[in-house]
């Protein structure tokens, strides 16, 4: 039985953070990204990391953001896989809160009986 999650952070700093990992044995739909700039102007960035690939995808950037403007991204879904992550970056110090749901699916697990 799938269910849904939301995970948030609001970062101060430039750095390149993992928000979320998607856990063992669980597969993730991310439906709803929302990025909003809280105080002064910054350029957020967010990046879908494929673990099978060992490749990070560029999902939102250049957008510049003034204090209390947003980016909602709601009219797709990406697949995750097990170990994948989302992470997130910004161009400088002034706070953006980033806020994700994504949809947690345990994998099936199925199993062959000999005869």
Do not use: C
Not at 8 to 15: E, L, R, Y
Not at 64 to 87: K, W
């Amino acid at each position: 039985m799938s269910r849904k999650i939301s995970v948030a952070s609001t970062k101060t700093t430039t750095t390149k953070d993992t928000l979320y990992t998607i856990p063992v044995k669980n597969s993730g739909l991310w439906s709803v990204a929302y990025v909003i700039s809280t105080a002064g102007t910054n350029t957020p960035s967010v990046f879908w990391y494929d673990a099978s690939a060992a490749t990070e995808y560029l999902v939102l950037s250049g957008k510049n953001l003034g204090a209390g403007e947003f980016v909602l991204l709601n009219q797709a879904e990406v697949v995750l896989q097990e170990g994948d992550q989302i992470r997130i970056s910004q161009s400088g110090t002034s706070s953006i809160t980033y806020i994700f749901t994504i949809e947690l699916v345990p994998n099936q697990a199925t199993q062959f009986h000999g005869g």
